[in-house]
């Protein structure tokens, strides 16, 4: 059984990616500072344990007990996001990926890099975002995925062939992207609507969707708090405005059916924990390959 460590564990993403992957596994330990996103966490995965810790506040010999397998992590992306300063490799924040780099050459590993979006997958939403896979192997990283989709998932019953990119330029055509409506748990919800001093403000700046729309806008941490490159609203078939709810983002990014947010979670909390997670689809794609290359 594979031993995988789960850093800057967050929501669980990546713990619902590896279920997508055939694989003999257990999480040993799931790290964040985040005690919100841990309670989440603890929620749908009450087996793991779960440290509420910053990553380098673990002593060396604590990591060299573990004896991990396998080493998942979605660290904070703020050098790159649109609202922040967009420093991008300015922000001393980045020094530790180009320190990640060096030491992944310096113990023989061999990476891939990729700026991926659900969207080139048949998934209607933006959300793009860097992805790195690395391994101990003789042989350069090749990837080249065949996506299976199931209707019991979000996805289509045909098969996608497609050649994971550096770039994020589209992979499929138009007529292969699925339709938002596939991902609503119900067109109305009176629950979610727009007031009239709500809506006034958003028809100058949002992005307003039907259900027959095949892309939405990245959700981000500030969804329902503000309007402008936050996200996408839908329009009803009453022609309501409305927001999506906390459930409808996690369909989008391909959380399993059966995954939820405590009750004590407010839909303002599970906006800013969704919008700081990962679509999980995407990286199960990358874990699926990256582990089909280590066993051939």
């Known amino acids: 059984m594979l031993r995988v460590l789960e850093l800057f564990s967050g929501i669980g993403g990546m713990h619902c990616a590896l279920d997508l992957v055939d694989l003999n596994y257990e999480i040993i330990a799931a790290i964040d500072i985040n005690p919100i996103a841990n309670l989440v966490y603890s929620s749908n995965f009450p087996d793991v344990p779960i440290m509420n810790r910053t990553i380098e506040g673990i002593p060396l010999n604590q990591w060299e007990k573990w004896h991990a397998d396998i080493w998942l992590m979605s660290p904070p992306c703020q050098p790159f996001t649109r609202q922040g300063k967009q420093e991008d490799l300015n922000d001393r924040r980045t020094?530790?990926?180009?320190?990640?780099?060096?030491?992944?050459?310096?113990?023989?590993?061999?990476?891939?890099?990729?700026?991926?979006?659900?969207?080139?997958?048949?998934?209607?939403?933006?959300?793009?975002?860097?992805?790195?896979?690395?391994?101990?192997?003789?042989?350069?990283?090749?990837?080249?995925?065949?996506?299976?989709?199931?209707?019991?998932?979000?996805?289509?019953n045909d098969q996608i062939t497609n050649k994971c990119s550096h770039s994020s330029e589209i992979l499929i055509d138009s007529n292969q992207l699925m339709l938002i409506n596939d991902f609503l748990i119900s067109n109305e919800n009176s629950n979610f609507e727009l007031d009239e001093k709500q809506l006034k403000r958003a028809l100058h700046v949002c992005d307003i969707i039907t259900c027959h729309a095949k892309r939405s806008f990245c959700f981000t941490k500030s969804y329902g708090k503000y309007f402008e490159g936050t996200g996408s609203l839908i329009r009803t078939l009453s022609n309501r405005i409305r927001y999506f709810t906390p459930q409808e983002i996690a369909n989008l990014h391909c959380f399993p059916l059966n995954y939820h947010f405590p009750e004590q979670i407010t839909i303002r909390q599970a906006y800013s924990l969704l919008g700081n997670s990962l679509n999980v689809f995407v990286v199960g794609v990358l874990l699926e390959n990256l582990f089909e290359r280590s066993s051939t």
């Open 95 to 156: 020094n530790a990926h180009q320190l990640l780099l060096n030491t992944l050459e310096t113990y023989n590993y061999y990476y891939q890099q990729y700026l991926l979006s659900p969207i080139q997958f048949g998934i209607p939403n933006s959300r793009l975002r860097y992805y790195l896979i690395a391994k101990q192997e003789e042989k350069s990283i090749d990837i080249h995925s065949s996506l299976i989709q199931t209707q019991n998932s979000f996805y289509e």
